[in-house]
Structure formats: structure tokens, C-alpha cells
């Protein structure tokens, strides 16, 4: 048990850090609110839309690339570390490491992942997707607005 | 010739299988004389079969023809191969035979339907299997022939399946003949397990050694006997052979009265040493004591019915009751001759109430019946035929079977012969009120005209020939079929001979007593019939005496209803709770949830999540228990 | 933990031993790029790869099932595979699996108009997924096959994205099937703990190396949620709930897919970790998974009477099938894995059943039409008339699901059944065969909308069925497997009887 105890006091001590500032400032601060500081904050300009907004998928694929190459780079770190130790058979399985990986990123990219232009080349949802909820399924669509506006253009 | 009695089940399965693919090409009627050409063609193959046996020596009457080997499983060898020996080739014979006739029939009988051809694929594909049934040099054929005919049956019983009670009667069927199924399902595991086959041969072999554990052979013996109550409509598993009259009448003849209800006192007689020499004393009882209510019972619920399948339904039951009371006995040649002779009489009634159906456009209820007997003279002449055949009187078929049967009861026990006699008695009587109604007395059909609506105008006519014909085959083998075991002599017994490899072993030998006073016994059961036909004269025919048919009978005792509310109420309730978790919570996802939407979207959200986490919440509920279970096991060490 | 300075041995590996898994790896990826560099070519393509793909992976696994025969079985990659009988058995259904779906799903893409190889490319990595969890001789080893397997599942579920169900069922397997693998994984930690170590060997004999003993908490529950994690991926109850949903959602094809390849890789899993690593507990197991086998089997049959839907049907039918095996389980967990019965039973169903899934899917993808929605029962009524061969091959297949005689279905029922019977298990027995004959009404019920109900009202404004050229090449195939063993099983059998699961002896320590 020894050998644990300092994770524990650790664990304790960001519990406490959590807990206690929480409750600080619900205590200390003075509360006044008013409309301006309940809307959304928006680099201090008063927003545009009603939220949510809905942000392009290219956004959400360019961090998946970011989480596929830090995947990348968590594996090939250790072997760079110990690159003597693992030999001739550390190096052949990088290769067939990065080579899938590479495979993948070449998908990604030739199915248009990275492509920010004009938006010829996304495929096109409308008659996938409706902002109405069928009847039989439950499944609710969100953030569907900017298709519908996209299909009025 | 012996080795062709592949080409017997493979016939049918021909005229199957043709008018699977060209069936409606071939159309009305050539399909249906396909399927009799096949069926025909059958019989005349067990037929040749049957004289190349018949030249062979008691000793070689047993020919197994091997088509190939199906299930080579470690010590387990399962062929698919018929066998060739007097029981199967006398059950062939009449199966092809009576089929033939009632193919015949069918021309005449289906005339016009929509589903003319379907009807016959369904008919040669039933006596394919019959014949796999009966044929089955093992157990495992048997069985296939066995869910064959109950398909079959269900298909031919749901053939009209627009009628609302056509449908439940056949799902009826199926659900009790699956009770029935599980029986023979039991047994053949069992066997398996005892004999390490699943032949027929090293069954009955081991039986009469002995090597089988008494007690093993008890549960098998009555595992089959399940099944046989399944398959033969006894107590309590009967209620679906009434129902059953929904079919189609040459159906009803076929199937439900000369076939394949008789499949499980085949089944009996083929493992006959289980139940007679290996099994527990007690057991042949069981078999004795349900037969013999089931005869009563049934004869007594046929007395108060009006329509006029219903009460050969019951007859029915009540018939096969008496082969099982034969089965009980131990006398197993009876037990198949009655079968013979109750497949011509009975087969000849049903077709001859079909006849009387014909003519009537589809009236079936007795009362608005009547004097039928000069319209349709031929109808009329050969149903009274079948009926003294039933009623036992002399010398007509079912006499001389029946006679036998109550001969070894009395052997049995004075008390099941008595139950015999009086089921006896009720026979006698129903069937004498059902010409009565039927066939003499003042023409109703009349009185009725007004109700019949479009065809008001309901003259009687006789049948065309292809329906007739066959009536009059089959009155002449009511007439003459007691001829193959008469009791006079053991040269007149040629039933008892020619089946004597089979079940001379089981066979159970009759008291020096019994054998005595037999002609006594038989001059009892002739009072008796006699009595029976001289009571329903005075009470149908010269009314003197009010008839009693009482509520109670009519409704077959209230049993049906008590089943069908217990089934409707608690039983289907607990049978729907295991489905209602998966109904109400796991359906819910999609139907469930889908009905809500149409009402408010927020409950919505808050339902699929909430489903979603139900199934992990059950899944989790299901790892607690395997942990607390593991943990259980650690603790308890 | 990281490997001290020149004590690392690299293992060495046998590439030929790995080839089915390879061929199938490669292909796939090879396939994925040249596809999305490739949108022009026509999109049948793909699919003839897959299922040429397929056929290579099963030839080579044909080849070594000789080799193995000659040479006796291996453990490769530093005892983390095993090369045996029961591996290539495994591989081959699984190629069989993938093969047939293939061929369905090339034409239910185009009748849907749904995006082309990605499915392809997922099928493959599923099935690379599956053989490395019939082959793994290690908990990692198989997790990783697992959750390949169970990843491509997911997004095979959730595929068609012109329906919704489909998206909902990728969600809910996605959720569930997460929270099922956190449970194994947990099981590997704690078998890990208990025993020190992942390896199948090491865990067998870990008596003998540490002092264990065999009430051990830590190991027990362990084994308990090993049983959770992949009771769920077999469907199993009470971890069934996901599967009617699944089943139902999924685009047909993929069901097929799900149901065989699934099915077959997560019993030859179970089967791995239950029978040769932790025989030393069985008696500790053996009655969980007997309560599991007849929970499953009335559940899955009982369920089914009352639905609607024919692919909610076959979904509860497949866990009732799920029961069967899991009674051949039982009866290994009695004898240990070296007799006949249990094992090879089991093994021969699951093959059994994957042809006789993919041939029942693939009539319903054909009902099904355009839009794939066409699956409840009102929509099978006068299939006979309208196609009546069609409507015998799914005769054909009922009937053999339903356990009838001379169809495969009936050498698989038997089998387990009297590996059972050979237990003294007849309590089990005797409640397969009741199952058995409760869930003959659910395939009955759908033969006699098919060939005694007219069509519904309505049926011939509706766009009439079109049988495409593959899938009823694969329908035809799998008639004639169903037929062809159900007829002839001697040699089936007989292979199957080399199933037999023992812990390969360590190679090198």
C-alpha cells in the first residue's frame, strides 16, 4: 500500500482544489447578472446566430487526423527510445506500423478530407438527411439548419 | 422386386416435385390425375412387394434397403433406409391404396377451387411422407416422416386459411402435435443412449433380451406413447382432430382418419417388445386405461353432435381409442386389424359425408338433412355400408376387429372389456342416428331455403363418378376386409400370420379361459350393436323416446373451452410475461418509442436514453449476478 | 513496463502460419486505397476482390488444416497464436461468412444506392478482426481481435445512412458493445492480477508457477466478466438486448455478416478462453453457463413467437441458436476439451449456421426492396406466387433452422444435443428439445405467409422483387451446403471431430 500513497494524497488533494474552488466562489463572488453576461461569449462581439451553431465536419475529421498522428507519435516515441535494444525487428515493425497508418491517412486524404474549397466536393446529404424525426425511429437529428439553408441556395 | 421399395415413398415424391414446378401450368384436373397416377402407381408397387414377400419364408420377411448412409457419427451409424417387412408393407398397402382412392375422390371433390393443384402437391407430398413414415428402417426416418405428415396436415387443415376458424384450427394442431413431437424426440435420445442405434431392429432385439434396463425401457415405451397421443388425437391431447374437420373432406378422410392419425399405433406395434416384454408391468396399463376412456369419452361426446364431420371426428377419436385399448392389451395383431378395417369403413364415411357435403352445396349440419337416401342412392347405399361396418354388426369389417379387440380386453381385465362394450354401445347408436338424420326421416333441407340465400333452390344431386367410384371400392372392402383374420381357426387367422415375425414375441397369449368363451363374448358385443341401432331407431326414427343429447355432451364436456380459456387467460398470460421484457423494454426501442413520438417529442428524448441505458443497466444486472455467483464460489470454499 | 536493455528476443514468426490473417489484411487495405483513388471503376469490382479475397484466405487455411493434420499443431508469435485444427476451422467459416456476404451485399449496395468499398474494406477488417480471435492463445491477443471485430461492426451497422435504424443501431451496439468490452477488459486485468499472466499456457498452469489457489476472488471474478464481456458479443442472455435492435437496424447484408462472422469469431473466443484457459475452473463456470444456455435458448425462442418483423424474428431465432451452442459448451466444460462432442459440435453449428443465416438474409434482403424496410411479416405473404423459388430456398432454410431432418440444421441440433445426452446433461437437453420445438412455430409461421397467405392488399403496387444475379448465386450455394450436409454430413463430421481443444505445448518456455 505504501507505494500508493503518493497518488492517493494526489488524488485527494485535486478533489479538495476542485471541490474548494467551487464553493469559494459561489460564496465570495458577487452575483449581478445581466443579459449581456448571459449571452454566449463571442471574443466580446454580440453573436450573430442563435445557437448552436453548427460547425463544418471538416472540423471534426481534421481532429481526428490530429488524434490519429498523436496516436503515431505515442508509439513510435517509446521505439525511438529503446531503438538499439529492439534491433532489426523494432525497425520492419515500424515500417509495417507506419505503412498502415499511411494507408489510412491516404484514404482519408483521397476521399477529400482535406479539401477546404468550394464545397463541390462533399457529397450531398439532402435526401439523407431530413430535419423532421420519422416515425419509426427515435433517433434525433441535430444541427441539420445549415443543410436546409445549403439545399435552399 | 423387394429392392424397389425405394420407388414407393419416391412416387409421391415424384408427383411432388412435378407439380411443384409445372403445378400451375398442369392446371385443373390434370394435376390432380398426376398425383393419382402417383399415387396409383405406388400401390402397385407395394403390391409386387407384398407377393415377393409373401413367397419368402417367415425368417426372411424382413428386407432392409439401404439408399445410403446419413450419419456416420463416431459409434452412431444412421442410414437412411426403408424396411421391407410384413407391418410396413400392410401399412404401405393401405396407405397407397386408400390414397389412391381418395386422390381419385379429390378430382371430383376440388373441382373448381382456385388452388386446385396446390391442394394436390399438398396430398402427394402428405403420402411421401406417411410412407417415410411407416417404410423408416430407424427411428430417424420415421421421424422425418413423422413432422412431414403433421406439416402436412397443418397445410391441408389451414388449406381454406381465409376462414378465420380454418387458421386456428390448424395452428391448434400443430401446437398440440408439437407436444408429441418432443415424446418421440425424448425417446429416440433415450434409445440412442440404451441401444447405441436408432434402428428398429436392436431396439426390439435388446427388449426381448433384456438388456435394456427396465426402467429405461418404461420411459421409452411411454415417451413414444407421448408421442402417439400427440399424433392419434388421445387423451388429453384429442382437441385438435375435431377442430381438424375445418380441412377439406378428402383431407379429413386421408389424414384424419385412415393415416396418419393411425401413425402412433403403428408406432407402438413397430417397438412393441419395449412396452410388452421390457418395460415395467404397469406401463401396457397407461396405454390400456387411456385408450379405453378415450373411446368412451369420445363416443360419448359423438352422441350429441349435429354437424356431420364432427360426429365421424369423434367416432374417430373414440376408434383410435380402441387401438390403443388393443395396443394395451397386447394384442397387436388386432390392433392393425382394426386399423385396416376402421381405415376402409372410416375413409369410406368421411368420403361419403363429403358426398352428402357435395350435394348439399356445403351444408354440413345433420338437421337440415333428411331423406337423402333416394337422392343420392349410391351415397346413401354405401354410407350404410360403413355404417354397419362401424356398428359392429356381423359380417361386416369392423365386427370381426372389434370382436377381437374386447376378446383380449376381457383377458385384460372384465373392467376394460365392460368400457369396451359400452363404448360399443354408443357407437352403435351414434351411427345409427346419424343415417337416421341423415338419409331417411322428412327432407329438411327445405325448411332451411330461405337461410341459404344465393342458393336457395338446394336440390340434392349424386356426386360425378371420380367421387362415387371410390365409395364403392371402399364399401366392398367394408364388406369383405374382416376376411384376412377371421377367428375360426389359426388358418383363417392370416393377419396373425402374416405379421407374425413382427410381433409374435409381444403378442400377449390369451387365457385358456378367454379363449373358451370367445363366441359368448362375441354374441355379447352383437346384443350390444344390435341394441345400440335398435335404441337410436326408437329415438330418431319412431320418437317415441325424447332424445337425450345434453349441453354438456355436446360440448365435448366443456374440456375444449376449459383449455382454450386457461390457455387464453393465466396460461397465455405467463407464456406472453417472458416476452413482455423483451416486448415492452426491448421492443419499446423501436415500436415503443415510435408510438410515443406521435405524441410528445420531449418524452421521446427522455425514453431512448432511458432505453439505451436500460439494456446496460440489464446487462449490468446480469454481471452483478455472475460476480456475486463467482464471488459466492470464492467465499464459499 | 519497459523492456530492460538487451533482454529483448525478437519472436520469431512463421509468415506462412499467418497467411489466411495476412491475405485478408493486406487485401483489405490495399483494396481501401485503390478504391478511393478508383471512384470510376465500376463498383462490383470490390466485391468479386472480397470474395476472391475470401476464397484465397480459405484455400491457404485449407492447406494448412493438411499441414496441421501432418505436422501437428504450433503456437507462433511468442506463444501468442495458436496454430491448430481449431483455428483453421474458425478461419474457414469465417471466410465462408465473408465470401457469401459479399456476394449479397454487392447488389443490395446498388438496388440502395449506398456508398461503394468502404464495406468491403470493413468486412475484411471484421474478418481479419475474427481469425485473430479464433487463433489467439492470448487475453490481449484476443482483445485486440475483439475490438477490431466489434469497431467495424459498428460502423457496418450504422452503414446505411439513408435510414435511420440503421444509425440507430450503430449507436446502440456502439454503447453497449463499449460498455461489454470495458467488462472484459476489466476480466483480463483481474486474470491478470490473480494469475500473472495473459498467456492461455501461463494461466492453465499458473498452480503450478504461483501460489494460486483456485478459490481465488480475484480470479474468479475475473472469469465472471470474461463470461460478461463475451456472453454479450454472442448474445447470450441476459446480455441479449442489443441484438433484436441490431439485427433489425442493420442493413441486411451486414446483419448476415454480424450473425455469422460475429457469431462465429466470438464462440471460437469463448471457447479459447473457457476451454483451454481456465478448464481449472470449470467447475466453477460449467453452471453459469448452463443457467445462460437455457435463459438464452427460452428467451430467444419464447421472444420470437410474438414478433412482427422477420428480422426481429431471426434475431431472436440466432439467440436461441446462441443457447444450442452454448449447451456444447456445457458439455465441453464437463469432459474437458479432448473428447468428442462438445467442441466439435459446437464448432460444426457455428459453421453450419453461418451458411444457413447468410442464406435466410439474403432472401429477406430481396423481399426487403428498395429502402430495405420491406421485413415485416405482412410483407413475406404470397412470396410463394410471386417468386416461388425464392420462397423454397427460404423454405429450405427454415426448415434446417428449425432443426428438421435431412438439413444441415438437423446434424447441428443433433450433434450438440447429444454432446449433451453424452454429459448426462439431460435436463438441458430436455430443454433444448422444448426450445427446439417452441421456435419450429416462429419458422413456421413465416412458411405459411409465404406460401398459404395471399399477398396483401396493396402488394402489387409495390415495386416487384428482383432477384440480382450474385445474390442469387449465393442463395443457390447456401441451398445447396443446407442440403448437401444435411444429406451427406459423414465428412463434415469427421472434420469437425479434429477440433479438438488442448493448450498447445509451449515452444521455447
Known amino acids: ?153 | 422386386m423387394l429392392d424397389l421399395v425405394w420407388l414407393i415413398p419416391a412416387l409421391p415424391l415424384a408427383g411432388f416435385l412435378i407439380i411443384l414446378v409445372l403445378g400451375r401450368r398442369l392446371g385443373e384436373p390434370r394435376s390432380g390425375y398426376l398425383a393419382t397416377l402417383m399415387t396409383g402407381t405406388a400401390f402397385v408397387v407395394t403390391v409386387g412387394v407384398f407377393i415377393d414377400l409373401l413367397s419368402k419364408t417367415t425368417e426372411e420377411r424382413a428386407h432392409i434397403k439401404t439408399i445410403f448412409t446419413w450419419l456416420p457419427v463416431g459409434n452412431l451409424k444412421v442410414d437412411l433406409a426403408f424396411l421391407a417387412d410384413p407391418l410396413s408393407i400392410t401399412m404401405a398397402l393401405f396407405v397407397t391404396g386408400i390414397g389412391s382412392l381418395i386422390h381419385l375422390y379429390s378430382i371430383g371433390y376440388m373441382h373448381g377451387d382456385p388452388k386446385f393443384s396446390k391442394f394436390f402437391l399438398y396430398l402427394n407430398l402428405f403420402v411421401f411422407s406417411m410412407l417415410m413414415l411407416v417404410l423408416g428402417e430407424n427411428m430417424l426416418v420415421t421421424f422425418l416422416g413423422w413432422e412431414g405428415v403433421g406439416t402436412c396436415s397443418y397445410l391441408l387443415i389451414s388449406f381454406w386459411h381465409t376462414r378465420e376458424s380454418a387458421a386456428t384450427a390448424g395452428k391448434k394442431a400443430f401446437v398440440t402435435n408439437r407436444v408429441g413431437d418432443w415424446g418421440f424426440m425424448v425417446a429416440m435420445f433415450f434409445t440412442f443412449q440404451a441401444v447405441g442405434s436408432l434402428s428398429y431392429a436392436p431396439l426390439n432385439e435388446a427388449a426381448r433380451s433384456g438388456s435394456i434396463a427396465q426402467s429405461t425401457a418404461t420411459v421409452i415405451a411411454l415417451m413414444l406413447f407421448v408421442g402417439a397421443v400427440g399424433k392419434s388425437a388421445q387423451l388429453p391431447l384429442y382437441l385438435w382432430l375435431p377442430d381438424a374437420m375445418e380441412g377439406p373432406t378428402p383431407v379429413s378422410a386421408l389424414i384424419h382418419a385412415a393415416t396418419m392419425v393411425t401413425a402412433g399405433v403403428y408406432l407402438m406395434v413397430r417397438t412393441s417388445p419395449v412396452l410388452a416384454i421390457a418395460a415395467w408391468h404397469w406401463a401396457p396399463w397407461i396405454v390400456a386405461g387411456i385408450g379405453a376412456a378415450t373411446a368412451l369419452y369420445a363416443a360419448t361426446i359423438a352422441v350429441a353432435q349435429n354437424d356431420i364431420k364432427k360426429v365421424l371426428a369423434y367416432s374417430t377419436v373414440s376408434q383410435l381409442g380402441y387401438m390403443f385399448l388393443a395396443v394395451g392389451s397386447g394384442a397387436y395383431v388386432a390392433a392393425i386389424f382394426h386399423m385396416i378395417t376402421h381405415a376402409f369403413f372410416k375413409a369410406l364415411l368421411f368420403l361419403g359425408s363429403g358426398s352428402v357435403i357435395h350435394g348439399m352445396n356445403g351444408e354440413q349440419d345433420m338437421r337440415k338433412m333428411g331423406a337423402l337416401r333416394k337422392l343420392m342412392p349410391i351415397t346413401g347405399f354405401t354410407f350404410i355400408i360403413g355404417w354397419l361396418a362401424i356398428a359392429g354388426v356381423p359380417p361386416f369389417a369392423g365386427f370381426w376387429s372389434k370382436d377381437e379387440i374386447l376378446l383380449f380386453a376381457w383377458d385384460k381385465s372384465p373392467i376394460l372389456w365392460g368400457v369396451g362394450l359400452v363404448t360399443a354401445l354408443l357407437t352403435a347408436y351414434y351411427m345409427t342416428r346419424q343415417v337416421i338424420m341423415v338419409f331417411y326421416g322428412k327432407a329438411r333441407w327445405d325448411d332451411h331455403a330461405a337461410e341459404h340465400g344465393a342458393h336457395g333452390d338446394t336440390h340434392p344431386h349424386e356426386s360425378p363418378w371420380t367421387m362415387v367410384t371410390p365409395l364403392v371400392v371402399l364399401a366392398g372392402l367394408s364388406v369383405v376386409g374382416g376376411a384376412i383374420q377371421l377367428p375360426f381357426s389359426a388358418t383363417t387367422k392370416r393377419l396373425e400370420s402374416w405379421l407374425e415375425p413382427v410381433i409374435a414375441t409381444s403378442e400377449r397369449p390369451l387365457k385358456s379361459g378367454s379363449e373358451d368363451i370367445k363366441w359368448v363374448l362375441a354374441g355379447i358385443a352383437v346384443l350390444i350393436g344390435v341394441a345400440g341401432i335398435a335404441g337410436a331407431y326408437v329415438v330418431y326414427s319412431k320418437k317415441k323416446v325424447k332424445a337425450i343429447e345434453p349441453a354438456v355432451l355436446a360440448n365435448a364436456w366443456y374440456y375444449d373451452k376449459t383449455v382454450s380459456d386457461f390457455m387464453g387467460g393465466p396460461g397465455r398470460k405467463s407464456f406472453e410475461f417472458i416476452a413482455w421484457f423483451d416486448q415492452r423494454i426491448i421492443d419499446g426501442a423501436v415500436n415503443g418509442a415510435g408510438r410515443m413520438v406521435q405524441g410528445a417529442a420531449g418524452v421521446v428524448r427522455k425514453g431512448q436514453s432511458g432505453l439505451v441505458r436500460t439494456y446496460a443497466a440489464l446487462i449490468g444486472l446480469g454481471a452483478v449476478l455472475l460476480i456475486a455467483w463467482f464471488v459466492f464460489r470464492g467465499v464459499a470454499q | 513496463m519497459i523492456v530492460a536493455a538487451g533482454t529483448f528476443t525478437a519472436p520469431s514468426i512463421d509468415w506462412f502460419a499467418l497467411a489466411p490473417l495476412l491475405v485478408l489484411l493486406v487485401g483489405g487495405l490495399v483494396l481501401l486505397v485503390t478504391a478511393s483513388f478508383t471512384p470510376q471503376w465500376p463498383k462490383h469490382l470490390y466485391a468479386y476482390a472480397t470474395v476472391a479475397l475470401g476464397l484465397a484466405a480459405m484455400v491457404v487455411a485449407f492447406v494448412q488444416w493438411h499441414a496441421i493434420t501432418r505436422d501437428g499443431p504450433k503456437l507462433l508469435v511468442g506463444n501468442a497464436v495458436s496454430y491448430d485444427h481449431f483455428s483453421m476451422f474458425g478461419i474457414i467459416t469465417i471466410c465462408i461468412g465473408l465470401s457469401l456476404s459479399a456476394m449479397v451485399t454487392d447488389d443490395f449496395l446498388r438496388r440502395e444506392g449506398m456508398e461503394g468499398p468502404e464495406i468491403y474494406g470493413l468486412y475484411l477488417m471484421a474478418a481479419v478482426g475474427g481469425i485473430v480471435m479464433v487463433m489467439s492463445n492470448d487475453l490481449i491477443v484476443l482483445f485486440l481481435g475483439l475490438e477490431t471485430l466489434s469497431i467495424s461492426l459498428y460502423v457496418l451497422a450504422a452503414s446505411n445512412r439513408r435510414r435511420a435504424e440503421s444509425q440507430e443501431a450503430g449507436i446502440k451496439y456502439f454503447v453497449l458493445g463499449g460498455f461489454s468490452s470495458a467488462f472484459f477488459l476489466y476480466g483480463i486485468a483481474l486474470i491478470y492480477g490473480g494469475t500473472g499472466s495473459t498467456n492461455f499456457n501461463r494461466i492453465l498452469t499458473a498452480f503450478d508457477s504461483v501460489p494460486l489457489q483456485r478459490k481465488d476472488s480475484l480470479v474468479l471474478v475475473g472469469v465472471a466478466l470474461l463470461l460478461v464481456g463475451l456472453g454479450f458479443k454472442v448474445s447470450a442472455a441476459p446480455f441479449h438486448f442489443w441484438a433484436p435492435d441490431v439485427y433489425q437496424g442493420s442493413p441486411t447484408p451486414v446483419t448476415a455478416f454480424m450473425a455469422s462472422v460475429g457469431k462465429a469469431a466470438a464462440f471460437a473466443a469463448l471457447f479459447r478462453v473457457f476451454v483451454v484457459a481456465l478448464p481449472n475452473w470449470k467447475d466453477d463456470w460449467r453452471p453459469v453457463v448452463w443457467v445462460l444456455a437455457i435463459l438464452t435458448l427460452l428467451v430467444g425462442s419464447i421472444s420470437a413467437v410474438v414478433q412482427t418483423n422477420v428480422k426481429r424474428m431471426l434475431a431472436y431465432s440466432s439467440i436461441s441458436h446462441a443457447g444450442f451452442i452454448l449447451i456444447g459448451l456445457e458439455a465441453a466444460g464437463h469432459s474437458g476439451a479432448s473428447t468428442r462432442s462438445g467442441m466439435p459440435s459446437s464448432m460444426m453449428y457455428l459453421m453450419i449456421y453461418s451458411v444457413l443465416v447468410i442464406g435466410t438474409f439474403a432472401v429477406v434482403a430481396v423481399v426487403g426492396r428498395t429502402g430495405d424496410g420491406a421485413t415485416d411479416l405482412g410483407s413475406f405473404r404470397g412470396l410463394s406466387r410471386q417468386k416461388p423459388w425464392l420462397a423454397t430456398a427460404l423454405t429450405v432454410f427454415l426448415l434446417a433452422q428449425a432443426g428438421v431432418p435431412l438439413t444441415s440444421g438437423f446434424i447441428a441440433k443433433f450433434g450438440v444435443i447429444e454432446a449433451a445426452v453424452d454429459e448426462h446433461s439431460y435436463a438441458l437437453a430436455t430443454i433444448a428439445m422444448v426450445s427446439a420445438v417452441i421456435g419450429a412455430f416462429l419458422y413456421l409461421r413465416i412458411l405459411i405467409s409465404v406460401w398459404l397467405a395471399d399477398a396483401e392488399v396493396g402488394d402489387e403496387k409495390r415495386e416487384a422483387m428482383h432477384i440480382p444475379i450474385s445474390t442469387g448465386a449465393a442463395i443457390l450455394l447456401c441451398v445447396g451446403f443446407t442440403i448437401y450436409v444435411g444429406v451427406n454430413p459423414e465428412w463434415l463430421i469427421q472434420a469437425s471431430d479434429r477440433v479438438v481443444l488442448v493448450a498447445v505445448p509451449v515452444v521455447g518456455g
Do not use: N
Open chain 1, 1 to 153: 500500500m505504501g507505494q500508493y500513497l503518493p497518488v492517493v494524497c494526489l488524488m485527494i488533494l485535486a478533489i479538495l482544489f476542485g471541490v474548494v474552488s467551487f464553493v469559494a466562489s459561489r460564496l465570495l463572488a458577487p452575483r449581478r447578472p445581466s443579459a449581456a453576461k448571459q449571452a454566449p461569449y463571442e471574443c466580446g462581439i454580440v453573436p450573430g446566430r442563435e445557437l448552436p451553431e453548427r460547425f463544418p465536419v471538416s472540423f471534426y475529421i481534421v481532429a481526428m487526423l490530429f488524434v490519429m498522428f498523436d496516436i503515431e507519435i505515442i508509439f513510435i516515441y517509446p521505439y525511438a527510445v529503446s531503438r538499439q535494444e529492439l534491433g532489426s525487428f523494432g525497425f520492419w515493425e515500424m515500417i509495417a506500423f507506419t505503412a498502415v497508418f499511411f494507408a489510412a491517412f491516404v484514404y482519408v486524404v483521397a476521399r477529400g478530407a482535406l479539401d477546404w474549397g468550394p464545397v463541390h466536393k462533399y457529397r450531398r446529404l439532402d435526401s439523407a438527411v431530413s430535419a423532421e424525426r420519422t416515425l419509426s425511429s427515435t433517433i434525433r437529428r441535430v444541427g441539420t439548419e445549415g443543410r436546409l439553408d445549403e439545399k435552399a441556395a
